[in-house]
Structure formats: C-alpha cells, structure tokens
C-alpha cells in the first residue's frame, strides 16, 4: 500500500457493485490536519459525482470479461489526484477477483478518470473498493 501522507485529503469510499447496479457511497476523511470541514477543498459530492458518471465503464469491463471467464470478488484499488484533478499515482491494495487481466483493467480505467481542479498543495488520496458479482 502507498504510504500516505498525514496532511493530504484523504478519502475512503465504500461501495458494492455488481453487474445491474452501483450502490451509493460512505465518505471517511482521516488525517491530523482534517479537523474541519473548511480543510476539505475536494468536496466529497464532486468526487462521488466524477465516480458515479464513470463507473458504467467499469461496469462494461466487467461484463466484457465475464464472457471470457466467470470472476468475482472485490478489488481495493487506491489513488490520488493531483492539483489538475488527474489521476497521478494508483495501486491496488488487496483483490479476491483473482484475474490480473481484469484488475489491470480496472486502474487504466481508473487512470483516465479526470476531477476537478483545486488549489490543493498535496495530492488527494482515494480508496474505493469495487466488489463484483454475476448472478448466473
């Protein structure tokens, strides 16, 4: 796992995805220096909306790959943002998928992602674990 640094914004979502839908998301912000909501200057809306409007991607990447082969399982995938609002630096923390083809998939998508800029001086760090299901 990357290491992270104490005064960044640090966010960890929650969520369960399966093949028909993406749930909802659970906010944490942890840090020294996050003792007020003023600190955050990534609000937690923008994220889950930049998230949501680019989880059908995934969504399609999961169900090309279950073509090929039936997976299922969670990936932990962590990442940060620059000041631009790119995607500079990911990683995948833990996964029960078991297909390096599909979990690779998965960070390019999450790479090409794009958020809004900010005039933040350390990166913001996201973890978000996708969990897939089939229903066959």
């Given at each position: 796992m990357p290491k992270l640094v104490a005064d960044c914004v640090f966010y960890e979502l929650n969520a369960k995805a399966d093949s028909m839908k993406f749930?909802?998301?659970?906010?944490?912000?942890?840090?020294s220096s996050l003792l007020s909501q003023e600190v955050i200057e990534r609000p937690r809306e923008e994220i889950q909306s930049v998230i949501s409007l680019n989880l059908p991607e995934i969504r399609y990447a999961f169900k090309k790959r279950l073509v090929e082969k039936e997976i299922s399982g969670t990936i932990k995938l962590w990442f940060a943002l620059d000041a631009s609002g790119a995607v500079s630096a990911d990683s995948i923390i833990s996964s029960t998928v078991n297909d390096s083809i599909f979990e690779q998939t998965v960070r390019l998508k999450v790479?090409?992602?794009?958020?809004?800029?900010?005039?933040?001086t350390e990166p913001t760090e996201i973890i978000y674990p996708f969990t897939f299901t089939s229903f066959n």
């Open positions: 749930p909802l998301l659970t906010l944490f912000v942890l840090g790479r090409q992602w794009l958020f809004n800029p900010c005039n933040c």
